[in-house]
């Protein structure tokens, strides 16, 4: 199973912002009755600052979007200015995203989490090979891609997967 970085740049460029997305978890969850919640009241003044919008209906949250969000925003207060000004704007495109994007994106973050870690590491390694190229260069390699055949993707994705090189140095 391999990811397919170069087919849907809109879809690279949220990649990281999904994870945000994730650790602030909208998506929804079944609580179990057992398990009780977080208090808004156990919230530290600063997680509840960040969580604002939730204050009205936090009681009624599963308890684990509420530990999702309380982790979200413990990891948000331990960001620089310059990765929360970052964060911010992969959230605004992934709002931006349409429904079928975004189903997209999640079924590509799940395809991702089901590698292996060692095949996780070598997709992050090619990507940020990628994404550290000068903007010229990954449009030409975009739409590279896009000319190609199917086999010629499926051939490229092979030499990828048996450590070929993905980008030129």
Known sequence: MTIDLLSNH????????LALF????????????????????????????VLAGF??????????RQAALSRGA????????EDREQARRRFERWRALSPEERR?????????KA??????????KHFQRFRDLPPEERHRLRERWQR?????????????????????R
């Not at 051939?155 to 090189?165: E, L, Q």
């Open 10 to 17: 809109r879809c690279r460029a949220v990649l990281s912002a």
């Open 22 to 49: 994730l650790a602030l978890s909208v998506s929804t969850m079944s609580a179990r009755a057992e398990e009780p919640g977080i208090a808004w009241s156990s919230l530290a003044p600063e997680q509840q600052q």
């Open 55 to 64: 204050e009205g209906r936090w009681s009624q949250l599963p308890a684990e």
């Open 74 to 81: 413990t990891r948000w207060l331990s960001m620089s200015p």
């Open 104 to 112: 997209q994106m999640r079924e590509r973050w799940r395809d991702f």
């Open 115 to 124: 590698l292996p870690e060692d095949e996780q590491q070598r997709v992050l």
């Open 148 to 168: 190609m055949t199917p086999e010629e993707k499926r051939a490229f994705r092979r030499g990828m997967r048996d450590g070929g090189a993905a980008f030129p």
